[in-house]
């Protein structure tokens, strides 16, 4: 087992943007992925993005869900390809006594469990806390549900849609006289994969000044909540309730999305003073800054409607590379508002390798989203895409000693 303050010398490479087929900094950390749909895996992914030995158990007749969400090619799910890159796969049924007695065997050679059943599953099959910190005391197990281990709602099943409900995302997004907006997307589930991550590793780091593991209680309608930022102290100290403001901000403007002379649109942010005068002085307003209430953000969203037909109307005379050029000389913030097409094609994105090709047997060449962040002296990589099902489980069996007879037997009685 590692530590995260190994030393990862012998993982040092030259910073680059492709991905990389080596080792990175968390090599030597064992992770056990019981988690499915969708924090959990990511949060797993995102470790052995930087090293980690991620194995991703699942059920060995009910495949982890995700390699049948959205479009497949040739029947293998693509979004499985992204979600479980970095994985090895292997099948256990842990309601079986045979499932039950390998994992643990596993277990005592893992660094941390990631889980996400309803709280009580695991005790069910006597896999739980006590369980596992009696076959291994250094294990950190996250338990990754929608509303926490205890708790009025700790039973319910629990989904990112329902924490962009009840955390308040959804009642301001979207248009004023419109309806609450939730996001196309996993956001709920993302931010709290960020968050498991994080404290994955704060729990790690622990265990190097004690020893020990101890259990991660993640609720995934608690992270959203802390990065939609100050409402509920607005709300303690004033009162107040943030509405729905469509594309706008109250905190400051001109802030939104503006159509240009060719159709397309583009963003406008003026978070500061300074871009906001450049902004108006750009535009052909320069009086306007002049005005006392322009010299704050709360000021200035109190005239939106003036400060948004000002932009919008120079806009609307020029092409968005006419746009892109003029802000850019002004040195003031836009940005075009982009489809995955105008993401693949970005030079700043292509620079960075923000979406990079990863070779695959099943389907050949393919790209998806690079890892996080680059660190300059351990980097992390994308060593291989999703697996397909079971692939890697007489493997991973074997390393534990298991022999291929003993394997068979389980895989016999439908514990693999």
Do not use: C
């Not at 040092?12 to 019981?34: E, H, I, Y």
């Not at 499985?80 to 292997?90: A, E, H, P, Q």
């Not at 729990?203 to 020990?212: M, P, S």
């Not at 309730?241 to 406008?268: F, I």
């Amino acid at each position: 087992m590692h530590d995260p303050d190994a030393d990862g010398a012998a993982a040092r490479r030259s910073t680059g943007a492709r991905p990389s087929t080596g080792a990175g900094p968390l090599t030597g950390l064992r992770v056990l992925d019981l988690a499915t749909l969708f924090a959990g895996p990511l949060a797993a992914t995102m470790l052995g993005d930087f090293g980690a030995d991620v194995i991703k158990i699942e059920h060995p007749r009910k495949p982890d869900p995700s390699r049948g969400h959205g479009p497949d090619k040739n029947g293998v799910g693509l979004w499985w390809k992204l979600l479980g890159r970095n994985k090895r796969t292997i099948t256990i049924d842990l309601s079986t006594p045979g499932g039950r007695e390998t994992f643990l065997r596993l277990a005592a050679t893992a660094d941390v469990v990631i889980e996400n059943f309803r709280p009580g599953t695991l005790e069910k099959w006597q896999l739980g806390w006590e369980e596992l910190s009696s076959a291994n005391p250094r294990v950190v197990l996250a338990r990754v549900t929608g509303f926490g281990q205890f708790g009025p709602y700790s039973h319910r099943p629990g989904f990112g849609t329902l924490a962009e409900a009840m955390s308040g995302f959804a009642a301001i997004t979207g248009e004023p006289d419109g309806p609450p907006t939730l996001p196309p997307f996993g956001l709920a589930d993302s931010i709290a994969a960020l968050a498991t991550s994080y404290a994955v590793m704060t729990a790690l780091t622990a265990r190097t000044a004690t020893g020990r593991g101890q259990v991660v209680d993640m609720a995934i309608i608690e992270p959203i909540l802390t990065v939609l930022g100050p409402q509920p102290i607005w709300y303690d100290q004033l009162g107040y309730v943030q509405p729905r403001t469509g594309n706008r901000s109250r905190n400051n403007a001109p802030r939104n999305t503006y159509r240009a002379a060719d159709g397309s649109w583009l963003a406008v942010s003026t978070s500061a003073q300074s871009v906001a005068e450049r902004v108006m002085r750009l535009v052909g307003r320069p009086e306007l800054t002049r005005e006392p209430w322009f010299a704050t953000g709360s000021g200035r969203a109190e005239h939106t409607d003036e400060l948004d037909a000002a932009v919008g109307d120079w806009i609307a005379q020029h092409t968005r590379d006419e746009v892109l050029a003029a802000f850019d000389k002004a040195e003031a913030a836009v940005a075009p508002v982009y489809d995955v097409r105008d993401v693949m094609d970005d030079p700043q994105y292509r620079a960075l390798d923000s979406v990079t090709e990863v070779p695959d047997a099943e389907l050949g060449p393919i790209r998806m989203q690079n890892i996080l962040f680059r660190l300059s002296e351990t980097p992390g990589g994308i060593r291989w895409a999703g697996r397909p099902h079971g692939a890697d489980t007489d493997t991973v069996l074997g390393e534990l000693g298991l022999t291929p007879g003993r394997i068979a037997g389980l895989r016999d009685e439908g514990a693999l």
